[in-house]
């Protein structure tokens, strides 16, 4: 029997339309292991919190030279709100709660879920644009993208960058609404 699982080398992953020129890119990365759940117990992970998450798509350079993705945001694993349609007494979603019977990602009060993936990590990442646009409403996209991939933190487990995993680096918000300009300043 064949395996196509082993041997192989993940890269040049990021599809359409993550590979497009106007669109910031944004991988994965381990930042919880573990939490209380609604079973009244720890769960718990045995991966390495700050390294790129296994299911994170690597990328690389294009043939053009630009690197995708752009930078890693967290997302294994993000705790936000769980929906009200999601609890075992919903006829909402179909028989689909969307969480429910999933007690070890649910936290104990019932109103939260532990999730990952890239749906968790980009809208981390839109959450700090936002902020940033907030300093300066007047900042374009490839501003944006400047001010992230520059501010972004590499070294250690990110290596040096840019690079097929992480792009530029671990987004670091603090550093990039510091290095966001008033309004008519220049973008360094």
């Known amino acids: 029997a064949a395996d196509f699982g082993r041997g192989g ?3 040049g992953m990021v599809g359409s339309p993550g590979n497009a ?6 991988g994965a990365y381990n930042f919880r292991k573990n939490w209380k759940n609604m ?3 720890e769960t718990m992970f045995t991966f390495d919190v700050g390294e790129i998450s296994d299911y994170s798509s690597p990328g690389g350079r294009r043939r053009d030279g630009v ?3 752009d930078i890693a945001a967290p997302a294994t694993y993000t705790i936000s709100p769980l929906s009200g349609a999601s609890v075992p007494t919903s006829k909402v979603c179909g028989g689909n709660h969307m969480g429910a019977g999933m007690e070890k990602f649910i936290t104990p009060d019932g109103k939260y879920i532990a999730w990952q993936g890239t749906s968790a990590s980009s ?3 839109a959450g700090v644009i936002a902020l940033m646009l907030q300093k300066n409403p007047t900042l374009d996209a490839e501003q944006v993208r400047t ?15 840019p690079n097929a995993a992480w792009g530029y680096g671990m987004l670091d918000p603090a550093a990039a609404i510091r290095a966001t300009p008033a309004p008519g300043a220049p973008v360094k």
């Open 9 to 11: 080398v993940k890269s």
């Open 21 to 26: 020129n106007n669109v910031i890119t944004v």
């Open 39 to 41: 079973a009244g117990t």
């Open 67 to 69: 690197v995708k993705p």
């Open 123 to 125: 809208p981390y990442a």
């Open 147 to 161: 001010i992230i991939t520059k501010s972004a933190k590499s070294g250690g487990v990110i290596g040096g960058v």
